[in-house]
C-alpha cells in the first residue's frame, strides 16, 4: 500500500511517500480501509517533534473509511462497517489502524468524507461549548480563527446554544465565512487591536469565555479580553506554544481561570465519544451543521496540504485523500 513515512522530523519536507506492506490488526484493533483522512494542526504537531512520535512514523489520527480486517478479541463489528475515528494511527495510508473502542460508526446519511472531517474538529468543538466553558445562551464568547476547521463549527454550535460569538478573522473572505456561519461581530484581527474591539462590543464588561486555537500571539489580547471571573480556554497552538505563565496575571486581571483542555480527555468513555459524534452526526443528518471542506489533497500531496495548513490559506476542513 501508499503511505507517508516521516523518517525525521522538520519541515513538510520530511513526509516521503512510500510503498509497504498493510499493517495488521493486533487484538482490539481493526483495519480500516482508508477513503478520507482529516488533516490536523496536531499532524504538524507530531511532524516538526512539538508533540514527539518514536521515529519512523505514518502520521494521521483522523480517518474514515470501512473495516477490512478485525484484530483478535473484536465483537460488535464486521468487515464492511463504515466508521471513523480521531484515535487512530498511522492514517495518512490506504489502509490505517484504529482501537475498535475508539471506533464510531457512521450512519447512511453522513457521507465517509464529511465525518473524516469532523472527527477531531467537531468534537473538539463539541466539548468545547457543552463541557469545558458550558455555554449558556444570553452569554458573549470570543472565538478566535473563526473561519478555521474549528472555528466555523464552533460557531454554529455556540449560535445554536443561544450565544453571542465574536469573532476575529484576517482577510474580508474569511470574515464572509465567518457570518455565514453565524458570527455577530467580526473583528480583524490583524488591522486592530481585538482586545479594544472586544471591549467596545462588550461595554467594556469584555467576554465570558475565550475560545482560542492560535496560541501564543493572542494569548495577551484574550486574556485582556475577559470579564472578570472570565475563562480562557487556549486550546491550539497554530502561531506556537503560549509561554510559561505565572498565575499572578490570573490574579491582576479579574481572577480569570485558564485550562488547556485537550480532546482525548473529554472522550475519554464510550458514553461519552458516542454522545459527541451522536450529537454532531444527528446535527449533520439533519441540515443543522454545515461542515465546510476547503479542498481536499492527493495522498503524495500531504506536504503541500501541511504547508497550506500552516500558512493559513485554508478555511474549513483539509481532506487528505488515499
Same mark, same amino acid.
Given at each position: 500500500?501508499?503511505?507517508?513515512?516521516?523518517?525525521? !522530523?522538520?519541515?513538510?519536507?520530511?513526509?516521503?511517500?512510500?510503498?509497504?506492506?498493510?499493517?495488521?490488526?493486533?487484538?482490539?484493533?481493526?483495519?480500516?480501509?482508508?477513503?478520507?483522512?482529516?488533516?490536523?494542526?496536531?499532524?504538524?504537531?507530531?511532524?516538526?517533534?512539538?508533540?514527539?512520535?518514536?521515529?519512523? @512514523?505514518?502520521?494521521?489520527?483522523?480517518?474514515?473509511?470501512?473495516?477490512?480486517?478485525?484484530?483478535?478479541?473484536?465483537?460488535?463489528?464486521?468487515?464492511?462497517?463504515?466508521?471513523?475515528? /480521531? =484515535?487512530?494511527?498511522?492514517?495518512?495510508?490506504?489502509?490505517?489502524?484504529?482501537?475498535?473502542?475508539?471506533? #464510531? *460508526? $457512521?450512519?447512511?446519511?453522513?457521507?465517509? %468524507?464529511?465525518?473524516?472531517?469532523?472527527?477531531?474538529?467537531?468534537?473538539?468543538?463539541?466539548?468545547? $461549548?457543552?463541557?469545558?466553558?458550558?455555554?449558556?445562551?444570553?452569554?458573549?464568547?470570543?472565538?478566535?480563527?473563526?473561519?478555521?476547521?474549528?472555528?466555523?463549527?464552533?460557531?454554529?454550535? /455556540?449560535?445554536?446554544?443561544?450565544? &453571542?460569538?465574536?469573532?476575529?478573522?484576517?482577510?474580508?473572505?474569511? *470574515?464572509?465565512?465567518? &457570518?455565514?456561519?453565524? #458570527?455577530?461581530?467580526?473583528?480583524?484581527? !490583524? &488591522?486592530?487591536? @481585538?482586545?479594544?474591539?472586544?471591549?467596545?462590543? !462588550?461595554?467594556?464588561?469584555? $467576554?465570558?469565555?475565550?475560545?482560542? =486555537? #492560535?496560541? *501564543?500571539?493572542?494569548?495577551?489580547? +484574550?486574556?485582556?479580553?475577559?470579564?472578570?471571573?472570565?475563562?480562557? #480556554?487556549? @486550546?491550539?497552538?497554530?502561531?506556537?506554544?503560549?509561554?510559561? $505563565?505565572?498565575?499572578?496575571?490570573?490574579?491582576?486581571?479579574?481572577?480569570?481561570?485558564?485550562?488547556?483542555?485537550?480532546?482525548? %480527555?473529554?472522550?475519554?468513555?464510550?458514553?461519552?465519544?458516542?454522545?459527541?459524534?451522536?450529537?454532531? @452526526?444527528?446535527?449533520?443528518? +439533519?441540515? %443543522?451543521? %454545515?461542515?465546510?471542506?476547503?479542498?481536499?489533497?492527493?495522498?503524495?500531496?500531504?506536504?503541500?496540504?501541511?504547508?497550506?495548513?500552516?500558512?493559513?490559506?485554508?478555511?474549513?476542513?483539509?481532506?487528505?485523500?488515499?
Amino acid at each position: 500500500m501508499r503511505a507517508i513515512h516521516v523518517h525525521a !522530523t522538520g519541515g513538510p519536507e520530511v513526509l516521503q511517500l512510500v510503498d509497504i506492506t498493510p499493517p495488521e490488526p493486533g487484538p482490539g484493533q481493526v483495519r480500516v480501509h482508508v477513503a478520507a483522512i482529516g488533516l490536523n494542526f496536531i499532524d504538524t504537531y507530531h511532524r516538526t517533534g512539538l508533540y514527539k512520535l518514536p521515529l519512523p @512514523f505514518t502520521p494521521g489520527m483522523e480517518f474514515a473509511g470501512t473495516i477490512d480486517a478485525l484484530g483478535a478479541g473484536v465483537t460488535g463489528w464486521t468487515v464492511g462497517d463504515r466508521v471513523a475515528t /480521531a =484515535s487512530g494511527a498511522g492514517g495518512y495510508a490506504e489502509y490505517a489502524l484504529a482501537p475498535a473502542e475508539r471506533l #464510531v *460508526a $457512521v450512519p447512511a446519511e453522513v457521507a465517509l %468524507n464529511q465525518a473524516a472531517a469532523v472527527m477531531l474538529q467537531g468534537m473538539t468543538a463539541h466539548y468545547l $461549548v457543552t463541557s469545558t466553558y458550558p455555554l449558556q445562551s444570553g452569554e458573549t464568547c470570543l472565538v478566535h480563527a473563526a473561519a478555521g476547521g474549528v472555528g466555523l463549527l464552533l460557531v454554529q454550535m /455556540a449560535k445554536a446554544i443561544g450565544a &453571542r460569538v465574536i469573532g476575529t478573522v484576517s482577510t474580508e473572505a474569511k *470574515a464572509a465565512l465567518a &457570518r455565514g456561519a453565524g #458570527v455577530d461581530e467580526v473583528v480583524f484581527y !490583524t &488591522r486592530e487591536s @481585538f482586545p479594544q474591539r472586544v471591549r467596545e462590543l !462588550t461595554d467594556g464588561r469584555g $467576554v465570558d469565555v475565550v475560545y482560542d =486555537s #492560535v496560541g *501564543a500571539t493572542t494569548w495577551e489580547g +484574550s486574556l485582556d479580553s475577559l470579564r472578570p471571573r472570565g475563562m480562557m #480556554v487556549t @486550546f491550539g497552538n497554530a502561531s506556537g506554544p503560549v509561554p510559561p $505563565v505565572s498565575p499572578l496575571v490570573l490574579s491582576s486581571k479579574g481572577s480569570l481561570f485558564l485550562t488547556r483542555p485537550t480532546l482525548a %480527555n473529554y472522550i475519554a468513555t464510550s458514553e461519552e465519544l458516542a454522545w459527541r459524534t451522536g450529537d454532531i @452526526f444527528a446535527w449533520i443528518g +439533519s441540515g %443543522n451543521l %454545515n461542515v465546510r471542506i476547503d479542498r481536499s489533497y492527493a495522498l503524495a500531496d500531504a506536504a503541500a496540504a501541511h504547508r497550506a495548513l500552516e500558512g493559513r490559506e485554508t478555511t474549513g476542513k483539509v481532506l487528505i485523500l488515499p
